[in-house]
C-alpha cells in the first residue's frame, strides 16, 4: 500500500491501487506491545479526513477501540512475565500463575478479554466449587482473575473488569480449634524429653505460628526486659524446592511479644 500523505494531516494518504483515501490512528497496543491500528476509507480525502477526526473524538472521549484478538491467555502470560515477576516475591507470583494455569485458562484461556462475561466467571467459581474445592480457594482464583483483568484495563485490553460484577463464594466459618488447660497439661507432660519440647511449649504458651518460632534467633529474646521479638518467619521456597530440593528462606516481619 502506497500513497500520498497531506502536510500536517499525520495518517491520511491515497491508495494507489483504488484512489481511495485512508486515515489511520493507533488505538492500543497488543498483548506483544506492537501497535495496534484502526483505519477509516473513503472515495474522497475531505470525507476520510472527517471519518478519522470522528475516530480520533472517541478516543479522546475515552471510547478507545479495544483489540478484540487478545485472548485471556495472553494477558494472563503478559501479566506474569512483566508485572508479577518484580512487583511480588518469586513464590507469591509462582502461587499466582499456578492458580491461573491449573484453575482459570483450562476454562476460560481462549476466551477474547472482549468476550468475557460474568457470567463465564459465575460458571467457572461454581464449577470449582462442585470439584470439591474449598471456598476459600475458589476465592483466591477469583482474586487472581480480578487482579490479571484490572493489570488488563490499566494496559487499554479491556474496559470493564467483569470479575467485579460477580461475588465471591461464601467460606462457612468455622470454629477455632483450643486446647483446655487440662489437655495443655498432658500435652506438655507427654512432650517431656522431647528434643523440641522447649519449641512446642513456647507455641502454646505464647501463640506462635509454626514459622514464626522456627525463623526465632537467640538475639530476638531479651532477657533483662523479658520481650521477645518476632522479627521474620522460616518458610519454605517452593519456586527454589523443586528444582534443587528444599530449601527454606527467612521472610522480615515486626512485632513483638511481652
Not at 42 to 65: F, H, I, P, S, Y
Request: aromatic letters at 4%; glycine letters at 8%.
Amino acid at each position: 500500500m502506497t500513497g500520498k500523505r497531506g502536510n500536517g494531516e499525520g495518517s491520511i494518504y491515497q491508495q494507489t491501487r483504488d484512489g481511495r483515501w485512508v486515515g489511520s490512528v493507533v488505538v492500543g497496543f497488543n498483548a506483544m506491545g506492537r501497535p495496534v491500528r484502526r483505519t477509516v476509507s473513503a472515495t474522497t480525502r475531505r470525507e476520510a479526513v472527517e471519518k478519522l477526526k470522528r475516530l480520533q473524538k472517541n478516543l479522546d472521549d475515552g471510547l478507545q477501540t479495544i483489540d478484540g484478538s487478545v485472548t485471556l491467555t495472553q494477558l494472563v502470560t503478559r501479566w506474569h512475565d512483566d508485572v508479577l515477576s518484580h512487583q511480588v516475591d518469586e513464590s507469591a507470583a509462582s502461587n499466582y500463575f499456578s492458580l491461573a494455569r491449573n484453575h482459570i485458562l483450562p476454562t476460560l484461556g481462549k476466551k477474547k478479554l472482549v468476550n468475557l462475561t460474568p457470567v463465564q466467571v459465575d460458571q467457572l467459581l461454581a464449577k470449582k466449587l462442585k470439584d470439591g474445592l474449598a471456598p476459600s480457594t475458589v476465592r483466591r482464583i477469583r482474586a487472581v482473575l480480578a487482579q490479571c483483568l484490572d493489570q488488563g484495563m490499566r494496559w487499554g485490553f479491556v474496559t470493564r473488569n467483569v470479575v467485579k460484577l460477580t461475588r465471591s463464594p461464601k467460606v462457612p466459618r468455622v470454629e477455632g480449634r483450643t486446647l483446655t488447660p487440662e489437655q495443655a497439661r498432658r500435652f506438655l507432660e507427654t512432650l517431656h524429653g522431647h528434643p523440641h519440647e522447649a519449641l512446642y511449649a513456647l507455641m502454646l504458651s505464647t501463640g506462635l505460628r509454626r514459622g514464626e518460632a522456627l525463623g526465632l534467633m537467640r538475639k530476638d529474646f531479651d532477657e533483662e526486659k523479658g520481650i521477645l521479638h518476632i522479627r521474620r518467619q522460616l518458610r519454605r521456597d517452593k519456586v527454589r524446592a523443586c528444582n534443587r530440593g528444599h530449601q527454606n528462606r527467612y521472610e522480615s516481619k515486626g512485632s513483638q511479644l511481652s
